[in-house]
């Protein structure tokens, strides 16, 4: 459980990031092309690693 809770503490964290991410490029920050990369590639990161989660959440149950 306490990598449940872990997992959960970290999505808030990201959404965080990819909120001021967004704000950045929605003003126009110089960087915004760069800003929008690094968020797209934290968004798919963050997406595999919670298959990989699920993945090991269901081997766990399966050979509990």
Not at 11 to 40: P, T
Request: hydrophobic residues 40%; aromatic residues 10%; glycine residues 4%.
């Amino acid at each position: 459980r306490v990598e449940v809770f872990s997992l959960a503490n970290n999505f808030l964290f990201l959404q965080a990031v990819l909120l001021c991410g967004r704000k950045f490029i929605d003003e126009g920050h110089s960087s915004s092309d760069e800003i929008k990369a690094r968020c797209d590639q934290l968004q798919e990161n963050w997406d595999e690693l919670k298959n990989l989660a699920e993945q090991r959440f269901v081997c766990i149950q399966l050979h509990a």
